[in-house]
């Protein structure tokens, strides 16, 4: 069996999370904010309204549960996430 089949089948959709806000609510003066689960490390994008972060630009992944934004994001912008589970 193909080395790619073996991941594949390993994988669990309910580790994918998609879409979820992150908190606290955005203020224009927080920059660190907190999904509910541990992520796998390097699984973390994040969106600013409809815009994507990049990693090491925008954000840098601070704990399994946290994240850092360079730039405060102001209080009518809404962060939010996509994941894989921990």
Do not use: C
């Not at 609510?25 to 907190?34: Q, R, S």
């Not at 815009?51 to 840098?60: N, Q």
């Amino acid at each position: 069996m193909p080395v790619w089949t073996e991941a594949l089948s390993a994988l669990d959709a309910s580790r994918f999370v998609k879409h979820e806000t992150a908190t606290p609510a955005t203020d224009g003066a927080t920059t660190v904010f907190t999904v509910a689960n541990a992520y796998e490390a390097g699984t973390l994008e994040v969106f600013r309204d409809q815009s994507v972060m990049l990693k090491g630009v925008d954000f840098t992944e601070t704990t399994s549960t946290t994240f850092t934004m360079i730039i405060a994001p102001d209080a009518d912008e809404v962060l939010w996430a996509n994941y894989v589970k921990a």
